[in-house]
Each structure stands twice: as structure tokens, then as C-alpha cells.
């Protein structure tokens, strides 16, 4: 089977999300990144015209995002350019020509790890990168501005339920504490300029298209080829794990509500969740967390393999469980996701064969 062809259409016309508001134009950065082609095919099945910007870093295999890209590029309503989002100048011109009603910035560098080994590049892509961003949409008003920051902000918080309305002011790692900055960022220019604004913890987030740098990615690789998986505190670590699919219908259902001031915001004693400006953030997450032991034997069972494992202690910067509170997302667009580790994690290894042969 080719790359191109190896996930069908029908699967996301089988689930359309209608947008309730009415952005049409919609720029969004990381298009050829995992959940940013993903949340793109969902809003291009809904009509929406949609400039993709990315600068296809080599982080991970640009082979991969290429064939993202190849994916997307016939479709009608798709055109993409290929800029660095901390170019100032070259983001914004992309804003004048394409005039978007609404932005969905999920580009960043990701992982955690290695924000250990090359800290210079989170603060170029998430911090240089995202002010680029906000001013754009500062001088190119636009009716909603959504953007990805990650369950990493909860950082050394043990209490679970993770929730939007406890602090997150102890980050582990700098890849969190760029991510919480960004939260800060968004709402000072959401309280400034008036723009609507709308940050998503994400959580985990895994699937078909994925990146190779995540854990499942590289086990089901290893598994496959009888190769050993190194494996960081099994008894001891649980993660949140979110389909992308019920990330990418999150995205496409929040991006007609933007949000507005709190009426009942208390200067007094505020509420981290809520604000006096038009700002939002939720989390995306599964809320039901799975412990890695579980999760390694899932994947196994999807590849017809046992694991080969070596195992390590937990690394720097890793937090021992995530675990989401979603009812503030399910109370603004009557969604939470809900696909289940098992489901999830065939899908994916059925993508995995299909796109490697």
C-alpha cells in the first residue's frame, strides 16, 4: 500500500463536526505536524479554507511530514507555505495575503527530553515563535486565536484530577515552563488588544500519522523488529493517553466559540481558569489515565509480539502521572474524548504497517 493512500477519507466524512460559528479562512501553524495535519483534514472535510504554515524542522523525519503534506496538498481549500513562524516579517505578510478569520497555532518544539539537550531551540519556536503570532493576530484582528500548550504546565502538582482551575506555576522541565509562558503571553494580549483567546493542555496525544520521537511510536517500531524498548519506571508511571481523532473534533468544535470575559471573574481571589479578559484554557485529555505496564502490554497485543525491555529509572524532567479533568471542555462544546486505549492503540499499529510496509 502507498503512504499517501494508507488511512482513507471516509473515515473523517463518516464523523463530520460542524462548526457552529463561522470562521471560514483559518491559518494554522504545524500543519505538517501530527495533530496539526490532523485537526487540518478535519476542518478541510468541513469546507474551510486553510493556509498551512511550517517550517519542516529535521526535529524528527521530515520524510514523514513531507508525506503528511503530499496528503493534504490536493485537497480543495488546502495551500500551505513554508516559513518560520519566528520570522516576524514573513508570518505576517502570510497574514495579509491570506486575511484569516481565525488562527490555530500548534507549532512548537516538542518533547521533553530533549529540551535537556537543546533548550535554545524552545525558546526560538515557543517563545520568539509564538510572540510572532500574537502580534500578527495583534495588526490582523481576528475573530479567535487558538493555541497549544500541553499537560506538562501541571508539572510538580499532585493532585489528581488535573484541573484548570489549579495553579501551574511549577514546571519540570523547560519545554513545560515555555508552554505555561505561553499561557501568560496569550492572556496579556487577550486582556491588551481584546484578541479571543484559547489555550489547550494537551495530553498525550497519540495516533495514526504520529511522531516518531513518542513512546508508542517507537515501542510498536521496536516490537516489530524484535528490537529492545527502553522502558523508564513501568510500575510507577501513567499517562493520560488522547486519540488524536478526539483532539483534532475538540479543535474544529471550539474554534466557532471563542471566548469572552468572565462576568463573574474576582480580582480578589482569581480564578485560574476564568479571567476578566477574553481567555480560556482546557484540557484535552482522555480522563482516564493508564499505567505504562498496561499500555506496553496493549501495544504487544496490537503488534502479535512481546516487548524485549530495558528498564530505567525515570528520567529528568518526566512527571510519574497525568490525568485530565475535562468537564469545562465538555460543558462549552458537549464533547470529551473517550476512545479507548485499545481501540486507539490498533489503529495506530494498523497505520504503522500500512505506511512502512
Known sequence: MSRSAAINDDDLAAHPVTIKASPQRILLTGAAGFVGFHVTEALLVQGVQVLGIDNLTPYYDPALKQARLDRLAPRNGFSFEQLDIADYDALQGAFARFRPDAVIHLAAQAGVRYSLENPRAYASANLDGFLSVLEACRHHPVQHLIYASSSSVYGANAKVPFSEHDGADHPVSLYAATKRANEL?????????????????????????????????????????????????????????????????????????????????????????????????????????????????????????????????????????????????????????????EDGIQRFVDWYRAFYG
Open 185 to 341: 503571553m496569550a492572556h496579556s494580549y487577550a486582556h491588551l488588544y481584546s484578541i479571543p483567546v484559547t489555550g489547550l493542555r494537551f495530553f498525550t496525544v497519540y495516533g495514526p500519522w504520529g511522531r516518531p520521537d513518542m513512546a508508542y511510536f517507537s515501542f510498536t517500531k521496536a516490537i516489530l523488529e524484535g528490537q529492545p524498548i527502553d522502558v523508564y519506571a513501568e510500575s510507577e508511571m501513567s499517562r493520560d493517553f488522547t486519540y488524536v481523532d478526539d483532539v483534532s473534533e475538540a479543535i474544529v468544535r471550539l474554534v466557532g466559540e471563542p471566548p469572552a470575559p468572565s462576568p463573574n471573574f474576582n480580582v480578589a481571589s482569581p480564578d485560574p481558569a476564568t479571567s476578566a479578559a477574553p481567555y480560556r484554557v482546557y484540557n484535552i485529555g482522555n480522563h482516564t489515565p493508564v499505567r505504562l505496564d498496561r499500555f506496553i502490554a496493549v501495544i504487544e497485543a496490537a503488534c502479535g509480539k512481546e516487548a524485549i525491555k530495558r528498564h530505567l529509572p525515570v528520567q529528568p524532567g518526566d512527571v510519574p502521572a497525568t490525568y485530565a479533568d475535562v468537564s469545562a471542555l465538555a460543558a462549552r462544546v458537549g464533547f470529551s474524548p473517550s476512545t479507548t486505549i
